[in-house]
C-alpha cells in the first residue's frame, strides 16, 4: 500500500547489538512515522519525520533514533538492543500530517 | 494512559448480520477519528475516518458514527461479509502528527 517497503521483514539478534530497520517509500509523501506494536497497546508512535532531516519523538520514543536523509527513506536505529524492544515495528507515510497514513507490512524484531 | 480504548478483544457475527465494533477515548483535544483494518502478516489498511465536527460518515457497507460529548465512536459494518474478519482498530489524532490507536477488536464473521 502507498509503495511502502519495510526491510528486513524479520531479524533476530541479541541484546546489546545495534539495529537499523529501513523504510522506503515511492510516493513521495512528506510524512513518515515508525510504530510499534504489541500486545494489549495497539500501535503506539515511537518518531516521525515530516520531512528531509525533520523528525521529532513520539509516544514511545526512549532507546530509539531516527533519520531521513531523503525523502524516500526513514531508518528506526536501536543504539544498544534490549528484550524489552522484541515487537514488529511498522512504517507508515502520509501526504500530509492531518490525514490517513498508509501503512507497510511490519518488520518482525526478535532480540534475545 | 491509554486515551484510546477498546473494550471488546474479539466479537462473531454471522454473515449479512450487522457488525458493530466500539471504541472510546479520554483526551477532548482529539479532531479526527480514524478505523484501520488488519489481517495477518500485513500492515494496518485505512478504512474510514471522520472529523470531530461531524457525526456520521458513510463509505458502502461502512459507516462510521461519532459521539463527542460520550466521547464514543463506533463502526457499523452492513452487511458483514467473511472477508470483513479482521482486527479493527480505532486511530483518534490531534496536533496533526499524534496518533493513538486502541488495542484492537479480532472481527470474525461466520459463513
Known amino acids: 500500500d502507498a509503495g511502502i517497503t519495510q526491510s528486513p521483514r524479520h531479524k533476530v539478534t541479541e541484546t546489546g547489538t545495534p539495529v537499523t530497520l529501513r523504510c522506503h517509500q515511492t510516493?513521495?509523501?512528506?510524512?513518515m512515522y515508525w510504530y510499534r506494536q504489541d500486545p494489549g497497546h495497539g500501535l503506539r508512535l515511537i518518531h516521525y519525520?515530516?520531512?528531509?532531516?525533520?523528525?521529532d519523538k513520539g509516544e514511545v520514543s526512549d532507546g530509539y533514533s531516527v533519520s531521513r536523509s531523503k525523502t524516500e527513506d526513514f531508518l528506526l536505529t536501536l543504539e544498544s538492543a534490549t528484550s524489552s524492544q522484541t515487537s514488529v515495528y511498522f512504517c507508515?507515510?502520509?501526504?500530509?500530517?492531518?490525514?490517513?497514513?498508509?501503512f507497510g507490512d511490519g518488520t518482525r524484531l526478535s532480540i534475545l | 494512559d491509554q486515551q484510546v480504548k477498546q473494550n471488546s478483544p474479539s466479537l462473531s457475527v454471522q454473515e449479512g448480520r450487522i457488525s458493530i465494533l466500539n471504541c472510546d477515548y479520554t483526551?477532548?483535544?482529539?479532531?479526527?477519528f480514524l478505523w484501520y483494518k488488519k489481517y495477518p502478516a500485513e500492515g494496518p489498511t485505512f478504512l474510514i475516518s471522520?472529523?470531530?465536527?461531524?457525526d456520521k460518515n458513510e463509505d458502502g457497507r461502512f459507516t462510521v458514527f461519532l459521539n463527542k460529548s460520550a466521547k464514543h465512536l463506533s463502526l457499523h459494518i452492513v452487511p458483514s461479509q467473511p472477508g470483513d474478519s479482521a482486527v479493527y482498530f480505532c486511530?483518534?489524532?490531534?496536533?496533526?502528527?499524534?496518533?493513538?490507536f486502541g488495542a484492537g477488536t479480532r472481527l470474525t464473521v461466520k459463513p
Open positions: 507508515a507515510t502520509a501526504p500530509g500530517g492531518n490525514q490517513p497514513q498508509h
Open positions: 471522520i472529523s470531530s465536527i461531524k
Open positions: 486511530a483518534a489524532l490531534y496536533n496533526n502528527n499524534d496518533m493513538r
Open positions: 510516493e513521495n509523501h512528506r510524512y
Open positions: 519525520s515530516y520531512g528531509v532531516k525533520d523528525t
Open positions: 483526551n477532548s483535544m482529539f479532531d479526527y
